[in-house]
């Protein structure tokens, strides 16, 4: 019995971190713009790196990048750092032209 409940803690902890989610920050060297996700796809056609893009929502392709795996704290921190204040948002769509 003991070695059925040991064999189900481990199997269950082994699938618990196969399971688990991954936070990426995803750097742009030619422009400098940093995305972050939690999915990065590799399309093989010339090694270019897919993945979407947490804040917009958009789905951005990358021919060249530098790929930093973060824990979930230094994720969801540099998420807050980089949302834009109210006063941001708003001057920018007061100098919009339309």
């Given at each position: 019995m003991l070695k059925i409940l040991l064999a189900v803690s481990i199997l269950s902890g082994l699938?618990?971190?196969g399971c688990s989610t991954h936070y990426y920050?995803?750097?742009d060297p030619e422009s400098?713009?940093?995305y972050y996700t939690n999915n990065v796809d590799r399309v093989w056609q010339g090694g270019a790196l897919n993945f979407e893009d947490v804040?917009?929502?958009t789905s951005v392709?990358?021919?060249n990048s530098?790929?930093?795996e973060l824990s979930e704290g230094e994720f969801m921190s540099?998420?807050?750092l980089n949302q834009p204040s109210r006063a941001t948002?708003?001057?920018?769509?007061?100098?919009d032209e339309f």
């Open positions: 699938m618990a971190a920050q995803v750097t400098g713009k940093t804040q917009s929502g392709t990358l021919q530098e790929v930093k540099r998420l807050a948002v708003k001057a920018h769509y007061l100098n």
